[in-house]
Nanobody
Framework: QVQLVESGGGLVQPGGSLRLSCAASGNIFSINVMGWYRQAPGKQRELVAI???????TYADSVKGRFTISRDNAKGTVYLQMDSLKPEDTAVYYC??????????WGQGTQVTVSS
């Protein structure tokens, strides 16, 4: 059974840092792309960053230079290091897994709040 379990969200002041983690289970060697998306209140879910099995990364323009995505293929985990956080980064962050063959899975989400 495929599961994605996120951790690391919380409340942080502007300019601070957080590190999100996501652990996948269930046939982890079929995973192609892993990534993070976020959804703020009243807004659509948007891509934050993704990383392929080979290590290629894509970032939203709004987080380039501040966020870093990484993954451990052997463990089926993906991380998001978030630095220089801004209030506009406040959202629920969702882990995503895209397998070879097109199946897509989502985590339950973790809240990130940036506020003084």
């Amino acid at each position: 059974q495929v599961q994605l379990v996120e951790s690391g969200g919380g409340l942080v002041q502007p300019g601070g840092s957080l590190r999100l983690s996501c652990a996948a289970s269930g046939n982890i060697f079929s995973i192609n792309v892993m990534g993070w998306y976020r959804q703020a209140p009243g807004k659509q879910r948007e891509l934050v960053a993704i990383v392929t099995r080979g290590g290629s990364t894509t970032y939203a323009d709004s987080v380039k230079g501040r966020f870093t995505i990484s993954r451990d293929n052997a463990k089926g985990t993906v991380y998001l290091q978030m630095d220089s956080l801004k209030p506009e980064d406040t959202a629920v962050y969702y882990c995503n897994r895209g397998d070879w063959g097109g199946r897509n899975y989502w985590g339950q989400g973790t809240q990130v709040t940036v506020s003084s």
